[in-house]
T-cell receptor
C-alpha cells in the first residue's frame, strides 16, 4: 500500500524555467509534509516542509503548496538551475513517528 | 550542532554472510532513529524505527533486524544476507518532540554477491 505517491519518475526543465514536482498521499492522518533532495550515493538533504495548518510555504526559490482536500502537494522551484538536477522525494508523517516517502522524481535541468 | 555518523560507506558481502551496520548521532538526546533502504531504482523504504533504547518497530518482514543498545546508537543486522538485501541503506534521526525534520546520514551501499 503506497501511502505517498510520486507519479512522475522523471522531469526535464530548461534552466531558468519553473520546475513543478507533484506528490499525492492517501492517509488523512498525515499532517506534516517534507521535500528532500538526493544526489547519487549520498543521503537525502532536507529542502522545505509544510504543516497541514498551512497551504503554502516559501523558502527562497522553493515553494511547497498543500491541497488537503485533494491530498496533494507540490514543490515549485523558480528559477530552475542546473545544480537542482537530482532526485526529489516527498515525505509525510502524522499520528505516529514514521516518515513515509514517495518513490522519487528525477529532475534534470537543462542548460 | 547535531551530527549523524553512518559506516561503512560501501560494503561488499557474499550471500549467507552476516551484516552489521552502525549509526550514531551526536549533539542531541532521546532522538527517534530510523533505518531506510533504497533499492536500485526504487524509493526510500522504511525498515525500522526506534523511539527509545531497546524499542524497535519493524515495518517490513525481512531478513534484517535492528537494535538500539544506547540512546544515540542504532544498529542494522542480518545473520545471513540474501541477494535481495543489496541496496543503499540510510540511517536517520528526528527530534523526539514530534513533527520535525528528518536528518539522514551519508548512507551505506551494500552489494551482496
Amino acid at each position: 500500500d503506497q501511502q505517498v505517491k510520486q507519479n512522475s519518475p522523471s522531469l526535464s526543465v530548461q534552466e531558468g524555467r519553473i520546475s513543478i514536482l507533484n506528490c499525492d498521499y492517501t492517509n488523512s492522518m498525515f499532517d506534516y509534509f517534507l521535500w528532500y533532495k538526493k544526489y547519487p550515493a549520498e543521503g537525502p538533504t532536507f529542502l522545505i516542509s509544510i504543516s497541514s495548518i498551512k497551504d503554502k510555504n516559501e523558502d527562497g526559490r522553493f515553494t511547497v503548496f498543500l491541497n488537503k482536500s485533494a491530498k496533494h502537494l507540490s514543490l515549485h522551484i523558480v528559477p530552475s538551475q542546473p545544480g537542482d538536477s537530482a532526485v526529489y522525494f516527498c515525505a509525510a508523517s502524522g499520528g505516529t513517528y514514521k516518515y513515509i516517502f514517495g518513490t522519487g522524481t528525477r529532475l534534470k535541468v537543462l542548460a | 550542532s547535531q551530527t549523524i555518523h553512518q559506516w561503512p560507506a560501501t560494503l561488499v558481502q557474499p550471500v549467507g554472510s552476516p551484516l552489521s551496520l552502525e549509526c550514531t548521532v551526536e549533539g542531541t538526546s532521546n532522538p527517534n532513529l530510523y533505518w531506510y533502504r533504497q533499492a536500485a531504482g526504487r524509493g526510500l523504504q522504511l525498515l525500522f524505527y526506534s523511539v527509545g533504547i531497546g524499542q524497535i518497530s519493524s515495518e517490513v518482514p525481512q531478513n534484517l533486524s535492528a537494535s538500539r543498545p544506547q540512546d544515540r546508537q542504532f544498529i542494522l543486522s542480518s545473520k545471513k544476507l540474501l541477494l535481495s538485501d543489496s541496496g543503499f541503506y540510510l540511517c536517520a534521526w528526528s527530534d523526539r518532540r514530534g513533527n520535525e525534520k528528518l536528518f539522514f546520514g551519508s548512507g551505506t551501499q551494500l552489494s551482496v554477491l
